[in-house]
Every structure is written in C-alpha cells, then in structure tokens.
C-alpha cells in the first residue's frame, strides 16, 4: 500500500550463526484496510429467489476488502530478491474472517523470487484472470456496484485465491508484459481433480493500456474450502486510456461455467479526480447469459470518495440492478445475501468510512 507502515531491520549476527546465511539485507511492510458502513437495498434474495424485503445492516468492507498483511524482501545480490505476502480478509463488524476463502491467511500466502528476469511465486495467490479482470473495472473492484459483483456473482473465489499455484510474471518489454499461473489439484491418480492454469497479457503505450487473460479451471482438488469450487472457463480483454484526471475504461469477460449460466459481460464507465481529495467514479455493466439470452440483466453504479487525508476516505455509493430471467445479479461482495439478487429492478446504496495503514 501506498501509505504502509514500514518496518525495517538488519538480520542480526545470531540468526546467522544459527542459519549459516550470509549477511544481507531485508524489509518487511505491515499494511492494512479497515472499512465499514452502512448499506441499505430495497430488495433482498430470500430462498428459492424470492424478494425478502429490504435490507438495512452495518457492512463490512462496504467499498474494499478489510485486509491486514505482511510483505517482504531481502536482497540476495547481483539483482535478485528473496520476496514473499501473507494477507488476511477480515470482517470488521464481527471479528471474523471475511473477504478471502476462510483461512487465516486465505487471500495471499506465498514466497518468490524476483530480479531482471521477472518473477517467480509459489503458494497461495491471486489468478492473472482475476488481475487482468480487475485492471479494466473503472470502480476499482468495489465490493458494491462493480465487476467484482458479477465475478462472485459467477463463480464466487474460484480463479481469483488459487492455493497450490506456481506463477511466472515477466518483465516489461516494449510496453509487454506477461503472466501465467498453474496450479494443481493434487489428488493423488486423478491429474485434472483440481487442476488451475491463466495467462495473461498487458500492453501499455502512453495513456493507452489494453490487456487480454484466460481462465481454465476444474472442480475438485485439496484446496478448501471454496477456490476450486467451481468448474468453468473464463475469458477477458479491456482497455483503458487515461486523460488525466480522468480515465475511461471498457472490458468484455466471458464466464463459461459448468452446469450453469454461460455469461457474456460487457462493461465500460469512467474514474474522475475532480479534486486531490474529491474522486468520482461510475461504471455500467450487462450481463447476458449465451445459453439462454432471456436471462440478462443491467447493473449501474456510481461512487464519490472525500479523502480526509491520505489514509482516511469517506465514500457513499448508489447501484440500480434490473434482472431478467433467470439472471440474478446482487449489490455486494461483502454480504453474503447481497451478492444475489431477484427478477426486476433493485435499488440500493451505502455509506461508510475506510482507513488504510
């Protein structure tokens, strides 16, 4: 995080005498977002679909994931370093585990390495899918009213947290840059149980980024209790050009998913710093469901943040969803029952307070 507390030491000569290591040295940034805030909709998904009513409720994570985490690196010399994330989500109004697959560390846990040659990560991590799907969405990934929405909405964590994953990122070159991910499953006789791979690819030119990534998941595997939960295919490309202050984004993404709906996502809205302490942000998203193209829905949101300084932001949203069919897109990533919504038009908004350290 931009605004992190950063601790700093140098290893001590009695860890390397227990070690045998040589001496180098190393940094470790202790970060975090609190966020909370009220959130009402004028519909709520009850079972089997139907309307229970209005929701009123004090939220965690009202605009972002409430996370703390760990990051690291040591220099190893010649250009190369030791690197290595453990990341929490937590749930602010209750104290518990929330935004991540219900593991301590269930968002990031893993160790790399880096240097000229790119870089290279093992454990616990986010898919270059999920990435690349991220970098296009013009609301940053708001838990409420934005592309993250209609990712949980889809196929909840899968190919967002992939745990057993290895993942290759490269450097930059004439303005390319490119991922990949593998991650297997792990079952013992079965090599597809589980099984998890993305790539992607990103070009920048100026103000003008275009990015591309594909997804290709099976269900099954060790890893619990949600990220391979899902079996499907996914497929994006966005582009974004920024005339600063102002930034406009469009994304396609396609979610194949086995057993269900088979969507097709077109997305576009615009990211506005109209002042250093005033943000406006709005996106539209339409979802169609290729199988069936009486399922669709329209989702639009919009957004103000006022930073009281750099690490305190207060923010308000307001998001309008019309479902059609079988379709069901919610409101939010941060209440479970939230994230689905009902046939017709669905109203709703939220305030609240995020704090980054």
Do not use: C
């Not at 202790?30 to 909709?41: C, K, N, P, S």
């Not at 454990?123 to 592309?147: C, H, I, K, N, Y």
């Amino acid at each position: 995080m931009k605004s992190a507390r950063r601790v700093g030491w140098t290893i001590a000569a009695a860890t390397m005498a227990l070690s045998g290591a040589a001496h180098a040295q190393g940094s470790v940034t202790l970060y975090g977002i609190v966020d909370a805030g009220f959130q009402i909709t004028s519909k709520t998904a009850g079972p089997n679909g139907t309307n229970a009513g209005r929701t009123f409720a004090l939220t965690d994570g009202g605009a972002g994931p409430s996370v703390f985490g760990l990051q690291g690196r040591e220099d190893l010399g010649g250009g190369l370093q030791a690197i290595f994330a453990l990341e929490s989500g937590i749930d602010v109004a209750n104290g518990g585990f929330n935004n991540s697959n219900g593991n301590l560390f269930g968002r990031q846990a893993w160790v790399g390495l880096t240097g000229s040659f790119g870089t290279i990560k093992l454990g616990e991590q986010f898919s270059p899918f999920f990435l690349s799907v991220f970098a296009s969405d013009p609301r940053t990934f708001s838990s409420f009213g934005s592309g993250i929405v209609l990712y949980g909405n889809n196929v909840f964590l899968t190919g967002a947290v992939n745990a057993n994953a290895i993942s290759y990122s490269s450097p930059t070159i004439a303005g390319f840059q490119g991922s990949a991910l593998f991650a297997p499953g792990g079952i013992a006789g079965d090599f597809q149980a589980g099984r998890q791979w993305a790539a992607s690819i990103q070009y920048d030119y100026g103000p003008l980024t275009i990015n591309a990534a594909i997804y290709d998941g099976n269900a099954g595997g060790q890893a619990t209790p949600v990220p391979t939960g899902v079996e499907f295919l996914g497929r994006t490309l966005g582009v974004s050009y920024r005339f600063s202050p102002l930034t406009l984004k469009a994304s396609f993404t396609s979610y194949k998913v086995a057993g269900s709906f088979n969507d097709d996502v077109f997305g576009g809205g615009f990211d506005y710093a109209a002042l250093p302490s005033l943000d406006l942000n709005g996106g539209v998203w339409y979802t169609t469901d290729r199988n069936n193209s009486n399922n669709h829905s329209l989702m639009g949101a919009a957004g103000v943040n006022y930073l009281l300084s750099k690490r305190t932001t207060l923010y308000t949203q307001i998001e309008v969803v019309n479902n059609h069919g079988a379709m069901n897109t919610g409101f939010s990533v941060s209440m479970p029952q939230l994230l689905f919504g009902v046939p017709g038009t669905a109203v709703g908004a939220n305030v609240g307070i995020r704090h980054t350290f």
